[in-house]
């Protein structure tokens, strides 16, 4: 079934104005092709740029430290990756009234999926249909699906912050790190007191309900604006009491999610034959938090993070630059758990929903 279709199956409430379709068809061909494959072209020139600066790494020893690398190693590192995702799709159980934990856990890799496929907003589609097809409130997945962003999004910034803190903690302080990473905390900072004032004004609702409006409306046409800031309103008096204990409980569990992943490369390193007295785990925590933002780039930074990651640990700690080849096997292996397994956990999500469509 279509996922225009999937929102009016069953019991399934109707999707709002212009959620459920497909990208606007006038658009011009060019345009819809360049927001497709744009962020493909643009990541495999990063990559060419990266591994031409990378001439002097030794990628036969890279490909040798990848055969030694046993199937239960891979198993325990699928079975960190689910923690991840789970722990990364609470935030919607939380803020959703009726969602339990699977079908936040479906709808999530479902989205993730469609976001790395098909241009914007396919991903948004996906989730709406999908929440629409188990009868869950229209406002209600709207808002939620928005404060699982939001929070992710104030994790996402101020990241490099804890990071600095626990370089404090540890006695590894870098006063290099300070600036960037307050600058990225005020984007934090920024995004906490817009929900805290959308919550407190109703005004202020309405406006954000509008400016997603418009937003949408550069995909779609025919989308209606005063619906929008009605159905944010509605949000905002229906979860008024629940942002309250969800907000902070799901920047807990976004906080867990980032140290789980982290925790996935530490697995990583270990598993390609790097012991503990050439690298702690805590320099690799404090690297991947300060260098966190710049998952904000297309396939959570492919390429980019790991570069900067790896050059932090070569050249600001106190490690034996012969590491090299283990490192980039590492983040290697990191990357194809990390991207690799959400995608087939997204196709077989789908597949399960339209099945689930196809038996009402």
Same mark, same amino acid.
């Given at each position: 079934?279509?996922?225009?279709?999937?929102?009016?199956?069953?019991?399934?409430?109707?999707?709002?104005?212009?959620?459920?379709?497909?990208?606007?068809?006038?658009?011009?061909?060019?345009?819809?092709?360049?927001?497709?494959?744009?962020?493909?072209?643009?990541?495999?020139?990063?990559?060419?740029?990266?591994?031409?600066?990378?001439?002097?790494?030794?990628?036969?020893?890279?490909?040798?430290?990848?055969?030694?690398?046993?199937?239960?190693?891979?198993?325990?590192?699928?079975?960190?990756?689910?923690?991840?995702?789970?722990?990364?799709?609470?935030?919607?159980?939380?803020?959703?009234?009726?969602?339990?934990?699977?079908?936040?856990?479906?709808?999530?890799?479902?989205?993730?999926?469609?976001?790395?496929?098909?241009?914007?907003?396919?991903?948004?589609?996906?989730?709406?249909?999908?929440?629409?097809?188990?009868?869950?409130?229209?406002?209600?997945?709207?808002?939620?699906?928005?404060?699982?962003?939001?929070?992710?999004?104030?994790?996402?910034?101020?990241?490099?912050?804890?990071?600095?803190?626990?370089?404090?903690?540890?006695?590894?302080?870098?006063?290099?790190?300070?600036?960037?990473?307050?600058?990225?905390? @005020? /984007?934090?900072?920024? %995004?906490? !007191?817009?929900?805290? *004032?959308?919550?407190?004004?109703?005004? $202020?609702? =309405?406006?954000?309900?509008?400016?997603?409006?418009?937003?949408?409306?550069?995909?779609?046409?025919?989308?209606?604006?005063?619906?929008?800031?009605?159905?944010?309103?509605?949000?905002?008096?229906?979860?008024?009491?629940?942002?309250?204990?969800?907000?902070?409980?799901?920047?807990?569990?976004?906080?867990?999610?980032?140290?789980?992943?982290?925790?996935?490369?530490?697995?990583?390193?270990?598993?390609?034959?790097?012991?503990?007295?050439?690298?702690?785990?805590?320099?690799?925590?404090?690297?991947?938090?300060?260098?966190?933002?710049?998952?904000?780039?297309?396939?959570?930074?492919?390429?980019?993070?790991?570069?900067?990651?790896?050059?932090?640990?070569?050249?600001?700690?106190?490690?034996?630059?012969?590491?090299?080849?283990?490192?980039?096997?590492?983040? @290697? /292996?990191?990357?194809? %758990?990390? !991207?690799?397994?959400? *995608?087939?956990?997204?196709?077989?999500? $789908?597949? =399960?929903?339209?099945?689930?469509?196809?038996?009402?």
């Amino acid at each position: 079934m279509p996922a225009a279709d999937a929102g009016r199956s069953g019991s399934a409430r109707p999707l709002p104005d212009g959620v459920g379709d497909t990208a606007d068809p006038s658009q011009p061909r060019w345009r819809r092709t360049v927001r497709t494959v744009g962020p493909w072209i643009l990541t495999a020139l990063i990559l060419v740029v990266l591994v031409t600066l990378a001439q002097g790494l030794e990628w036969a020893e890279v490909w040798e430290t990848l055969t030694t690398l046993h199937w239960w190693q891979l198993a325990v590192l699928v079975l960190g990756l689910l923690m991840r995702q789970l722990l990364n799709c609470l935030p919607l159980v939380w803020f959703i009234d009726g969602c339990s934990v699977p079908r936040a856990f479906q709808n999530d890799q479902a989205s993730a999926v469609m976001y790395a496929v098909a241009p914007p907003p396919a991903d948004y589609v996906t989730r709406m249909a999908m929440f629409g097809s188990w009868g869950i409130a229209l406002p209600a997945a709207t808002a939620g699906a928005v404060m699982n962003t939001l929070s992710f999004y104030v994790i996402r910034f101020g990241a490099p912050l804890l990071g600095v803190l626990v370089m404090i903690v540890t006695g590894m302080y870098d006063s290099a790190e300070i600036v960037p990473a307050l600058l990225s905390a @005020l /984007i934090s900072v920024a %995004i906490l !007191l817009a929900i805290w *004032l959308g919550f407190r004004d109703e005004r $202020l609702a =309405a406006s954000i309900g509008g400016w997603a409006a418009r937003v949408v409306g550069r995909f779609k046409r025919g989308i209606d604006i005063d619906a929008w800031r009605d159905s944010v309103v509605a949000f905002r008096h229906a979860a008024y009491g629940r942002v309250s204990s969800a907000l902070p409980r799901s920047l807990l569990a976004l906080v867990a999610m980032v140290v789980v992943d982290a925790g996935l490369i530490v697995l990583s390193i270990r598993f390609v034959g790097v012991p503990a007295d050439q690298l702690s785990a805590v320099p690799v925590l404090t690297a991947f938090l300060v260098a966190y933002p710049l998952t904000a780039l297309f396939f959570s930074g492919l390429g980019v993070l790991d570069a900067v990651v790896i050059a932090t640990l070569l050249y600001h700690v106190d490690v034996d630059r012969s590491l090299e080849p283990e490192l980039v096997a590492a983040f @290697l /292996i990191w990357r194809v %758990i990390s !991207l690799g397994v959400p *995608l087939v956990l997204g196709a077989l999500s $789908l597949i =399960a929903w339209k099945i689930e469509l196809a038996r009402r």
